[in-house]
């Protein structure tokens, strides 16, 4: 049978979509972790990879704000490696530190995405969520077409609170 003759030749284009659910992702990620030696892969924000090669050689005051925000949270999870992680739990550094850097990829993560990256329980995300936006460093928009799914981003107010912050740190 030749290649034209055969319904899924290589020159024929099949298209297949596979369709994960919230648990199937979650479990996905833990194993990736795992295997990655625990550095968090779902996201390129935390190693620095979206903007490594888009930058070039000339770095703005902006990518060096974001580069100490990403060694802070890379230094808490190596903590976290060493010591046991209730000793140092504070989801919402985390949670305000994880929006700074999602605002140079994506810019808003989903609260369920937050609880697994903080690597919290999602009761515990809501709660500091709440706290967050009664404080105004944090902002929440429902999705536009799916009332289960609502969106957070860093508001103005927590975006210059670390911004102050992260200019104070010695490089």
Known sequence: MSASEHPASDNVETSRTVTLSEKDIRDAARLFR??????PWAHSF????EGAGSRGA????RDT??????TVLQTRRLRARHFNRVMFAEPAWEILLLLYLAESSEGRQTIGQLAELVETPLTTVL???GYLEKEH?????????????????LAGKGRDALDAFLEEMTG
């Open 58 to 61: 000339e770095t703005t005051p």
């Open 127 to 129: 709660r500091w969520v």
């Open 34 to 39: 795992l295997i990655s030696d625990g550095t």
């Open 65 to 70: 704000l974001i580069d100490r925000a990403r």
């Open 137 to 153: 460093l944090i902002e929440r928009k429902d999705h536009p077409t799916d009332r289960r799914i609502v969106f957070v981003k």
């Open 46 to 49: 935390l190693s620095g990879q």
